[in-house]
């Protein structure tokens, strides 16, 4: 099993960045990809940014390109998501993710984080 600890979230003002956190514990070994996912009030879960694990491509949402980065740190088995510019329309909840795949798809990750509350005020 592995469990991932989202961390980051919060309230801010319209225009401002926040980085979310994501370390992964457990059976490490299991992961090759790992990705960001965002469910807004009423709206279907959202895929937002995926990296690789081992040769760190990353793939970013046309919604979020310009202003949303992923990044892994190897290490520390977290993944971070650094959000720039942040709108009233990224208030979501961010949920973490990890399995065998990168992947912009929710059902081809095996496990998920809990979720962190992102609340952009404008």
């Known amino acids: 099993q592995v469990q991932l600890v989202e961390s980051g979230g919060g309230l801010v003002q319209a225009g401002d960045s926040l980085r979310l956190s994501c370390a992964a514990s457990?059976?490490?070994?299991?992961?090759?990809?790992m990705a960001w996912f965002r469910q807004a009030p009423g709206k279907e879960r959202a895929f937002v940014a995926a990296?690789?694990?081992?040769?760190?491509?990353?793939s970013i949402a046309n919604f979020d390109k310009d202003r949303f980065t992923i990044s892994r740190d190897n290490a520390k088995n977290t993944v971070y998501l650094q959000m720039n510019s942040l709108k009233s329309e990224d208030t979501a909840v961010y949920y973490c993710?990890?399995?065998?795949?990168?992947?912009?798809?929710?059902?081809?990750?095996?496990?998920w984080g809990q979720g962190t509350q992102v609340t952009v005020s404008s």
């Open positions: 993710t990890a399995g065998k795949l990168a992947s912009m798809v929710d059902y081809q990750y095996d496990y």
């Open positions: 457990g059976r490490t070994e299991d992961i090759y990809a």
């Open positions: 990296i690789n694990w081992s040769g760190g491509s990353t």
